[in-house]
């Protein structure tokens, strides 16, 4: 499994979370919502210290990482992290590996 973050959505890190050299960010699953795998379940984020990596990227000295327990909310799907320009907000795509 891969996270991708592209550059569109750093920006939006940076400008929205303030983030910066150092920040840690974090993907995953949370009760509540729905995503294209589990009904009751969709994707939360949030700032926060690691405790067992599964799969991170980091970019620009922001390490942006999925725990190794929400791994099955992907099924096994590449996480790609967008931003929809008409809203200015994050976008999630999945995509078969």
């Known amino acids: 499994m891969k996270l991708v973050i592209t550059n569109e959505a750093l920006h939006w890190f940076k400008h929205e979370m303030e983030a910066k050299n150092g920040d840690q960010i974090r993907f995953y699953a949370r009760y509540g919502g729905s995503s294209p ?3 009751a379940f969709s994707l939360g984020m949030n700032r926060e210290e690691p405790h067992d990596i ?3 990227t980091e970019i620009d000295g ?4 999925i725990e190794r327990d929400d791994l099955w909310f992907f099924n096994e799907h590449d996480l790609v992290v967008k931003v929809d320009s008409t809203l200015d907000e994050l976008k999630y ?3 078969q590996e």
């Open 54 to 56: 599964g799969v991170e």
């Open 93 to 95: 795509e999945y995509v």
């Open 37 to 39: 795998f589990h009904e």
């Open 62 to 65: 922001i390490r942006f990482y």
